[in-house]
């Protein structure tokens, strides 16, 4: 039960700088898109990784956590 409280305040903590939003995601999801196209190897590795990043933090975005 306590690991399960510090694991939810672990994974809920703020994050610095500005909060994103669902439409500023998108857009750099539609970015990241367009920069694969051209994207080296290593690049686009990088780039897929963020693309998951995103959809992933998303995704969390519609889920309430009552700590």
């Known amino acids: ?3 399960d409280y510090l694991a939810a305040l672990r994974a809920n903590k703020p994050k610095r700088g500005r909060k994103r939003t669902p439409d500023s995601i998108q857009k750099r999801i539609a970015m990241i898109d367009e ?14 990784q963020e693309k998951r990043n995103l959809s992933d933090e998303m995704a969390s975005m519609d889920t309430q956590v009552d700590l």
């Not at 051209?38 to 780039?47: G, K």
């Open 35 to 48: 920069q694969l196209a051209t994207a080296d190897p290593l690049s686009e590795l990088r780039l897929v």
């Open 1 to 3: 039960m306590v690991r």
